[in-house]
């Protein structure tokens, strides 16, 4: 059963925010396929099944959110519809297919379906293989930036998403909307993690 | 804050019309209003009222759908500001819309306007500093363009008059070459800028390196409050913490009760009574309606932003002036200049990994200028100088992108490691006043409101990319020096207008027959006629230049206020 249909219906039965238990396990029991649980708007199935499982590997849930938590993968789909403009909404594509056609010249089988190793061994090739971004001096880059390439872009991508999520900006990384005074020099420890902002 | 007047169809006719309410044009509706002067304030975009219209101040990211980017329709609405970098969600609104208000490029450059009530203030980058006298006789002493009719000490007063109101946080250090200001406690310099600057002023006699002084308040001034190092500046501060004119020199004109401000009003040109000799009024185009009319006062001061000011002159013709108001000498947007922008070093600081620091400091470190300041510094290669903006940080998850790896790691570090200690210092190099660097109309392109537009003709010529030269090679030197590794040099080439420091158009000068305005910013042939925007500069010296329209503009209100006394204008 589709995820989103399940919710639906759930709203339906006037349910929506006390999910009964039974519905709750066949929740949890479709996100163990790969079987998209989302209706993206610029992805296409096959795409967004991609990038999910891009996110699930970058961003793992451990201890602390990963990147599905966070809704990455869909704000990721919300990004290529409304921040990209055509040409690099048409490039976006093409690369996805082609980093699907490599994987699967390698394994058979599109990045997704690959099991925990075959994906940590794909991307650690992909990350060997991929330019960085140039230092930058406010807000723009300096000297000749090469493309980043797929990987990179992608890598950039999810990590932004998730560190501006509400939990993340605002619950594990250290938050401070209105520190009051700057302090020059003060133990990395007692700020304990990055600064959100 | 009480309301603005902006009822300005019940009376046509006023004692002064300032045009424009950016940097300078707030600093001469607070001078002329206290001076008991009843006061029109010409803006041609919409109110923006202190806090109540800053209506961005408070977003998180995960607020906004896109977290803060913007996409395409932003981006061809703000083609040309979009080069800047740094417009986002969050400040878009104060940008204008580059697609109504086209120019053309006759040789690349960068226009950054802002059009609503103050201006480019709410967007400013608040370094506030001095000039020197050194920039004063520059002219005079290397022969390039005219000569001020100013100096130093004329303007001293009123640099204090100005320091002391708007507050201006620095570090007094003596310098001739960059006058210490009237000070409030300066902002901190981390951990790793003051290695550097240990390092540096050990390795380079003559150089300093100080925290950069700013228009941020440090503590309680006047009224408003200090800086919270929200780094949000470019959205409003609601703290009043920067100098804005929305902050500051509106809300005191407006107390006076002498202030009427008219939004959504596009100076058009500036009436000339071929009998009087003088000017009458300025006519004006409802950005709304498309209506025109005409408002009149006894002086005008054009504070429009260099290029729009040097437009309007243009527009202004008559029998007298056929060829723009004031513009006998034909230098009439001519001498354009701005500083060249983005050429310097970075690099990676080893050591300190566990320390970090606390707040958003809106403000890095300054190197003052050190070349062609004395017998000792003469180059042979270039005249004038340049200064360095810059400063140390750590990347954060804003780096992470480039760090090895992915999984459960590589998330833990991304989280936990904000990344080495990274430094930057960037110059502003002076561009000499070239007859040929130049705006013109283009009869042939108009803009919505059937207004010809300006054409930019300008570039960087030897002595610029000379300059430019020599502050890529002395940052590197430097950071070398300084013991930083994985140091690159950089000039990204970019063309005039980046540093959004245009100057020039509408020079000051001691001769009519060579400059447009004379020593108190008066049209020299047209004396009621006060021009105290950028378009006033005889020369650029290197440093940031929005404290010295503000003094001007004082001075200038001064002397129009007692001139207007005497029945002279």
Known sequence: MNRRELLKNTAILGGASVLSTSLFSILQSCQSEPRLGWTPTFLSPEHALLVSALVDTLLPKTNTPGGLDMKVDLFMDAVFSKLYDDKAQEAVVVEMDAFNQQCRSKYGKPFYELDATQKGAFLKEAEANSPKFNRGVWGTAVGEQKPVGFYRSMKSLAVWAYCTSQEVGSEILAYDPVPGDYLGCVPLSEVGTVWSL | ?569
């Open chain 2, 1 to 569: 804050m009480a309301n603005f007047n902006i009822d300005a169809k019940k009376d046509m006719t006023y004692d002064a019309i300032v045009i424009g309410s950016g940097m300078s044009g707030g600093w001469a509706a607070k001078e002329l209003c206290e001076g008991g002067l009843k006061t029109l304030v010409l803006e041609r975009g919409r109110l923006v009222e202190h806090i109540k219209d800053y209506t961005t101040m408070n977003n998180e990211s995960w607020d906004l759908e896109l977290r803060g980017a913007i996409g395409p329709d932003d981006k061809k609405k703000h083609y040309k500001a979009i080069r800047t970098g740094f417009i986002g969600e969050n400040n878009k609104h104060f940008y204008a819309n580059d697609e109504e208000n086209p120019y053309t490029e006759v040789k690349p450059f960068l226009w950054v306007r802002a059009h609503q009530m103050g201006g480019r203030s709410l967007l400013w980058g608040k370094q506030t500093y001095r000039w020197s006298q050194l920039d004063f006789e520059a002219n005079a002493k290397d022969g390039h363009g005219v000569d001020w009719p100013i100096r130093y000490q004329d303007l001293e007063p009123w640099y204090t008059y100005v320091e002391k109101y708007v507050g201006i946080s620095g570090e007094a250090l003596g310098l001739p070459q960059l006058p210490d200001s009237h000070f409030l406690p300066p902002m901190e310099l981390n951990c790793v800028e003051k290695e550097i600057k240990q390092r540096l002023e050990k390795e380079f006699q003559g150089r300093h390196l100080i925290i950069g002084r700013v228009a941020h308040l440090t503590v309680p001034h006047n009224g408003r409050g200090k800086c919270q190092f929200r780094n949000r500046c470019d959205r409003g501060c609601p703290f009043g913490a920067y100098f804005s004119s929305n902050s500051v020199t509106l809300p005191a004109a407006n107390v006076t009760g002498n202030l009427t401000i008219r939004p959504f009003s596009i100076a058009h040109s500036i009436i000339y009574d071929e009998t009087l000799g003088k000017a009458t009024g300025v006519k004006i185009i409802d950005s709304e309606t498309g209506e025109m009319m005409e408002y009149h006062a006894k002086i005008i001061f054009c504070n429009a932003s260099t290029l729009s000011t040097t437009q309007i002159l243009m527009n202004s013709t008559s029998t007298r002036f056929p060829n723009g108001l004031g513009n006998d000498s034909g230098e009439l947007g001519h001498n354009l200049m701005d500083h060249t922008y983005r050429v310097g070093a970075l690099g990676t600081f080893e050591g300190l990994e566990d320390r970090y620091y606390k707040g958003r400091r809106p403000n890095g470190i300054y190197i003052p200028r050190y070349w062609n300041i004395d017998d000792n510094s003469k180059s042979d290669k270039f005249v004038r100088g340049f200064g360095f903006q810059g400063g140390a940080y750590r990347p954060g998850w804003g780096g992470a992108a480039n760090m090895e790896g992915f999984g459960e790691e590589f998330k833990d570090s991304l989280l936990k490691n904000p990344g080495p200690w990274e430094f930057f210092i960037t110059g502003f190099a002076e561009c000499l006043p070239y007859h040929d660097n130049k705006v013109t109309l283009d009869k042939n392109s108009l803009d919505k409101w059937g207004q010809a537009t300006l054409a930019i003709d300008c570039e960087w010529k030897a002595n610029e990319l000379a300059l430019n030269q020599q502050i890529q090679e002395d940052a590197v030197e430097m950071l070398e020096k300084c013991g930083l590794s994985n140091i690159e040099g950089f000039d990204q080439k970019h063309e005039p207008g980046f540093g959004i420091h245009e100057m020039g158009t509408a020079r000051m000068g001691r001769d009519p027959k060579t400059s447009v305005l004379n020593a108190t910013n008066q049209v020299h042939a047209c004396q009621n006629v006060f021009v105290t925007d950028g378009a006033c500069m005889t020369s650029n010296s290197c440093v940031n230049p929005s404290l010295t329209y503000m003094a001007l503009t004082a001075r200038a209100c001064n002397h129009a206020i007692s001139e207007l006394k005497k029945q002279n204008l």
